[in-house]
């Protein structure tokens, strides 16, 4: 049987964002019973470590992670694809911006300001020429305040397993969840 440390018991708290009064109160302990158990001031019942570490499974369930709001099937272009490609797949998923991946890999990506800002004749120009810098990525378990961070500051955000893109998340995506 794993028995958690103090150290694990008090970094899985704060990777789900709890503060030891919000364990305690799930676990139905006293704060500084927690604070001590952390604190490897004291060794506690067997009975009372199963109700804290049940306490912090039952919050890990309750965080969004990225993989729940990711979008699978990724729509994209390639660095070699033509701008023209890249226009009309926008235009036929009512999107304003694509990634754009070599070999499931996001390299960049383009948007419908990227193309306008390139002028008249770009159609037959590749992607590449024109693209902006790439989404940013996070991992399948990142949890939600992550990527909302990161959707302050972009348009999308890409997610990627062992540097494979396996899905995408916008704006609209977490606001679908939050709602």
């Given at each position: 049987m794993y028995l958690p440390t103090p150290q694990d018991l008090r970094e899985r708290r704060n990777e789900l964002g709890l503060t030891q009064s919000e364990l305690a109160e799930r676990a139905d302990v006293s704060q500084p019973l927690i604070a001590r158990i952390e604190g490897g001031d004291v060794d506690p019942r067997l009975s009372t470590l199963r109700r804290i570490v049940e306490a912090l499974e039952a919050a890990e369930g309750d965080v969004v992670r990225a993989r729940d709001l990711m979008h699978e099937g990724?729509?994209?272009?390639?660095?070699?694809?033509?701008?023209?490609?890249?226009?009309?797949?926008?235009?036929?998923?009512?999107?304003?911006?694509?990634?754009?991946?070599?070999?499931?890999?996001?390299?960049?990506?383009?948007?419908?300001?990227?193309?306008?800002?390139?002028?008249?004749?770009?159609?037959?120009?590749?992607?590449?020429?024109?693209?902006?810098?790439?989404?940013?990525?996070?991992?399948?378990?990142?949890?939600?305040?992550?990527?909302?961070?990161?959707?302050?500051?972009?348009?999308?955000?890409?997610?990627?397993?062992?540097?494979?893109?396996?899905?995408?998340?916008?704006q609209a995506d977490v606001a679908a969840r939050v709602s």
């Open positions: 990724v729509i994209y272009v390639s660095p070699d694809d033509p701008v023209r490609r890249a226009v009309e797949k926008m235009q036929e998923n009512g999107y304003s911006q694509l990634p754009v991946l070599a070999n499931g890999v996001p390299v960049g990506s383009i948007s419908d300001s990227d193309v306008f800002e390139a002028g008249e004749n770009v159609g037959d120009k590749p992607v590449r020429e024109i693209m902006s810098e790439s989404f940013p990525s996070l991992s399948p378990d990142a949890p939600l305040d992550k990527v909302s961070s990161l959707l302050e500051h972009y348009k999308a955000v890409m997610v990627t397993d062992e540097g494979e893109t396996v899905g995408i998340i916008t």
